[in-house]
């Protein structure tokens, strides 16, 4: 686990955009299985996080359609929360920054780590634009 004045200015670049933090099991599966589109943000210490990921998703709010629902989890910090988060990207294995796109619970588009890192914020947010385009 991260200690928890490491993580607190890392998850308030999301949650001051207007994120939910997701602490737990319970929390991840309630926004997931809402109905409608929902973000799913696996935030991290990395520094493709604070380089792409964050700003990336950030960026992409700025969009003629975006979900209904933006939310965040904290890998090493909130476990159980992004373990819960994590089973829901089924297929797709366990990275940390990644971001899932959902639509009445179903995973409709996925951003992995290895699609972040050496990608720009602004990269970031036009893959998600798209999806966005596409599904909400």
């Known amino acids: ?19 939910e933090d997701l602490r737990n099991a319970e929390q991840v599966d309630a926004a997931i299985n809402s109905k409608g589109t929902v973000l799913v943000v696996v935030n991290s210490v990395c520094g493709c996080a604070a380089g792409a990921a964050r700003p ?3 960026l992409s709010l700025d969009a003629s359609k ?6 965040t989890v904290f890998a090493g910090f909130d476990t159980e929360a992004t373990a819960e988060a994590r089973k829901h990207f089924f297929p797709f294995p366990p990275s940390s920054p990644c971001v899932g796109l959902f639509k009445d619970g179903e995973l ?29």
């Not at 914020?121 to 909400?136: H, P, T, V």
Request: hydrophobic share 35%; glycine share 8%.
């Open 1 to 19: 686990m991260y200690p928890e004045q490491l993580v607190i200015p890392m998850k308030e670049e999301l949650t001051s955009a207007g994120f």
């Open 56 to 58: 990336g998703v950030k």
């Open 66 to 71: 975006r979900p209904d629902r933006i939310t």
């Open 108 to 136: 409709v588009h996925f951003v992995e780590r290895h699609h972040i890192e050496g990608k720009s914020g602004a990269m970031i947010a036009e893959n998600l634009k798209a999806a966005y385009e596409e599904y909400c």
